[in-house]
Nanobody
């Protein structure tokens, strides 16, 4: 069982930056692929970025490439999402997720409660 807790969301102006964190419980964090998803009002939840177990390869949605960076610190059981050059269309609830399989899976077993990111124009 893995529990995920996101933090770091907030209100930022367009062009600004935010850093999201996702702290995971348990001692097997390094065995999980980690991902960030987001859901905007009236839209379906979408994949943003994922990072594999080892080596920590990363996979980005086209909409965030070059602006967002995912990283993980296995010693701290934490995954981060650095978001730069934010746009109003990045406004959404951001969710952290964990999968015991490949980061390219469509089956993410564990989810956080979400953190709101609002980008004003």
């Amino acid at each position: 069982q893995v529990q995920l807790v996101e933090s770091g969301g907030g209100l930022v102006q367009a062009g600004g930056s935010l850093r999201l964190s996702c702290a995971a419980s348990g001692r097997t964090f390094s065995r999980y692929s980690m991902g960030w998803f987001r859901q905007a009002p009236g839209k379906e939840r979408e994949f943003v970025v994922g990072i594999s177990r080892s080596p920590p390869n990363t996979y980005y949605a086209d909409s965030v490439k070059g602006r967002f960076t995912i990283s993980r610190d296995n010693a701290k059981n934490t995954v981060y999402l650095q978001m730069n050059s934010l746009k109003p269309e990045d406004t959404a609830v951001y969710y952290c997720a964990a999968a015991a399989t490949s980061v390219l899976t469509t089956t993410w077993s564990y989810w956080g409660q979400g953190t709101q990111v609002t980008v004003s124009s």
